[in-house]
Nanobody
Framework: QVQLVESGGGLVQPGESLRLSCVASGFSLEYYDIGWFRQDPGKEREAISCASSSDGSTYSADSVIGRFTISRDNSKNTVYLQMNNLKPEDTGVYYC???????????????????????????WGQGTLVTVSS
């Protein structure tokens, strides 16, 4: 069974850091483009950061450049999102998604994943809540 499970969310104060993890089972994440997405209640899903399986290139939303870093550990079949200098506007439920051969660029993975979400990508997690508040 193809599955993604996120963890690492929580309540932090502005300026603090969190590292989200997304563990894959039932498939090898190494061959999949991956992405982190955020959705707040009543708002549209947005792409945070994505990484290509072919060349390791990454794409991130302007709002997180310089603060968030996406990475993967293929030996652990896990993708991470290191989030530094968190801001209240980073609050939301964070989801990881994976797709194989669906998009031609890492930017398209982010755009397509934000639009299609679990209905489009090959695998999608259940989400982990991040709350940034003083």
């Amino acid at each position: 069974q193809v599955q993604l499970v996120e963890s690492g969310g929580g309540l932090v104060q502005p300026g603090e850091s969190l590292r989200l993890s997304c563990v894959a089972s039932g498939f090898s994440l190494e061959y999949y483009d991956i992405g982190w997405f955020r959705q707040d209640p009543g708002k549209e899903r947005e792409a945070i950061s994505c990484a290509s399986s072919s060349d390791g290139s990454t794409y991130s939303a302007d709002s997180v450049i310089g603060r968030f870093t996406i990475s993967r550990d293929n030996s652990k079949n896990t993708v991470y999102l290191q989030m530094n200098n968190l801001k209240p506007e980073d609050t939301g439920v964070y989801y990881c998604g994976a797709s194989k051969g669906l998009f031609s660029s890492v930017q398209d993975t982010c755009v397509g994943g934000a639009i299609g979400g679990p209905q489009l990508l090959d695998a999608w997690g259940q989400g982990t809540l991040v709350t940034v508040s003083s």
